[in-house]
């Protein structure tokens, strides 16, 4: 619609706000800073919906970060913004994301085949890697994700098959015509109903069982990291101020229990599919880009020496990796996740002298942004160093690539997403090179957030 219509698109959808959507990282800018102090999204209604009418009031009316809007929605993410976005109480969990990073690997060393291919289902093997990595920081334990046999029935794998089934119910009751608003519940409705309430049992029991081994003084899963046939226990105390995140969260005056479970349970289910196909790009764009690979594991072996089998990786040698940060942002400009930023204007905006009025939703459409020539230069080529601090590849327009959002609602993930994902690349870099065994060119699905589509036929080659 964009190439016919030009950079400004009104869509009208029967039922919900006019959509205006805008290709220009201006526009952007002004839609950020006229909603900086109350950022609502119009997504995930279908999800309150389901929240409200829980069986058992879970939720008690309180629907949580992801679909309440205005005061409700400050309400708890004024409480837990220090603990889920303040480096130093993420960064308390650096020890055991790596650990989960090095126990992933282990894993995957028994799944490659003889020319060291990885099994058709290595997003499955992701999921897990990004489910073990989140329930450390939300649950304070290891759901067991990477055990070495893994039943098509444990709880974690029907964790990720129900988030999986949430993200693509929630697709359909979106993006479709919102009838499951007023009458007959929708298929869709049905499904984000079943799939939701499902995961709802198996994360609730999680929950409590963290709670009350909190409780109790008792943590026998705190740190917990299966690795291969034995079990690794990573020592330190993680969060904000030496306590957990759920303990912060748990002493924090305004939250009630229900409201920490609902926190966590967003953790969970935001914390999955996300984070597993950032990784997945990300591997792909440095197979496909073997001279950025090998400036990588260049960069990482100076740093880390033969340290695989040592220590854990430090906050310290993240910092002095710089290039690690700038291949995930080049990453999340050419595959940012989720197709853009989604705001309720809650008073008129003129853009480029069209005046759109409160109540409109403005969607700035990042997967357009992000690869135009217009703010980046070579716009699809992999080039990890255009985000040097001397943008030697041309000047960034601050707006044109935003994957983590920008301002107050800004994902409230983004470190720990970024923890998680750069400590798996140190990993794998050490101890091996990444090819694509396939000439297929990365193809995306693109639903709530956008997934790879084609088979992912990374070979892991030991290095020399
Ligand atoms: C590469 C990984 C990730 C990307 C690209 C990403 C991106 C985003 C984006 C674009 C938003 C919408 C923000 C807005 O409307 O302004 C968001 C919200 C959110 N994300 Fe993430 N996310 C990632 C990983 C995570 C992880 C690991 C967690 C869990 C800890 C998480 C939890 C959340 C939550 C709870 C929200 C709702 C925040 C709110 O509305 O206040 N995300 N994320």
């Known amino acids: 619609m964009m190439s016919q219509y030009g950079p400004l698109v009104r869509l009208s959808v029967p039922g919900a706000p006019v959509v205006v959507a805008t ?196 943590r026998p899963v705190h740190g917990t990291v299966p690795t291969g046939n034995s079990s690794c226990t990573v020592s330190g105390r993680a969060g904000h101020d030496g306590r957990t995140v759920m303990q912060t969260l748990l002493e924090t005056d305004g939250l009630s229990t229900s409201d920490v479970a609902t926190i966590l349970l967003d953790m969970l289910i935001a914390g999955v599919d996300t984070t597993a ?68 204007l809650t008073e008129d905006l003129e853009l480029s002298g069209y005046r759109i009025p409160a109540g409109t939703l403005v969607f700035g459409c990042m997967t357009q942004m992000s690869r135009d020539e217009r703010y980046f230069r070579d716009a699809s080529q992999f080039i990890p160093e255009r985000w040097e601090r001397s943008r030697p590849h041309g000047p960034i327009h601050p707006y044109a690539s935003l994957p983590f959002s920008h301002g107050k609602r800004m994902c409230i993930g983004k470190r720990i997403a970024e923890q998680e994902i750069y400590t798996l690349l140190v990993r794998v870099l050490q101890r091996y090179d990444v090819t694509f065994n396939s000439t297929e060119e990365m193809k995306v699905q693109t639903q709530v957030v956008l997934k790879p589509d084609i088979r992912l036929a990374f070979k892991f080659t030991h290095r020399k």
């Open 23 to 218: 290709s220009n990282a201006d526009h952007v800018r002004q839609v950020m800073t006229a909603t900086l102090h109350d950022p609502r999204r119009h997504f995930f209604l279908s999800l309150k919906k389901v929240r409200d009418e829980t069986p058992g009031n879970y939720f008690q009316g309180r629907a949580g970060l992801l679909p309440e809007n205005g005061a409700e929605w400050w309400r708890v993410r004024s409480r837990v913004q220090a603990p889920l976005l303040q480096p130093r109480s993420v960064s308390r969990y650096l020890p055991m994301v790596d650990q989960v990073a090095v126990t992933f690997m282990d894993r995957l060393e028994g799944c490659l085949s003889a020319d060291r291919q990885v099994p058709d289902d290595f997003l499955g093997e992701l999921y897990k890697w990004a489910l073990e990595c989140v329930g450390l920081v939300a649950l304070d334990r290891s759901l067991g994700c990477l055990g070495p046999s893994l039943p098509s029935d444990h709880p974690s794998v029907s964790m990720i098959h129900h988030i999986n089934e949430i993200f693509g119910a929630v697709n359909d009751t979106e993006h479709g015509m919102h009838s499951w608003q007023h009458h007959n519940k929708s298929k869709a409705y049905q499904r984000l109903e079943h799939s939701h309430n499902a995961f709802l049992k198996l994360a609730a029991k999680c929950i409590d069982e963290s709670r009350a081994s909190l409780a109790t003084g008792k």
């Open 277 to 344: 196909h950032c990784a997945a790009f990300t591997l792909y764009l440095l197979a496909r880009n073997p001279s950025k690979q090998r400036k990588l594991q260049m960069l990482i072996d100076q740093e880390l020496g033969n340290q695989e089998d040592g220590g854990s990786l430090t906050t310290e040698n993240l910092t002095r990796l710089p290039y690690i940060t700038h291949i995930l942002k080049e990453s999340l400009r050419l595959f940012p996740i989720t197709t853009g930023t989604n705001r309720l």
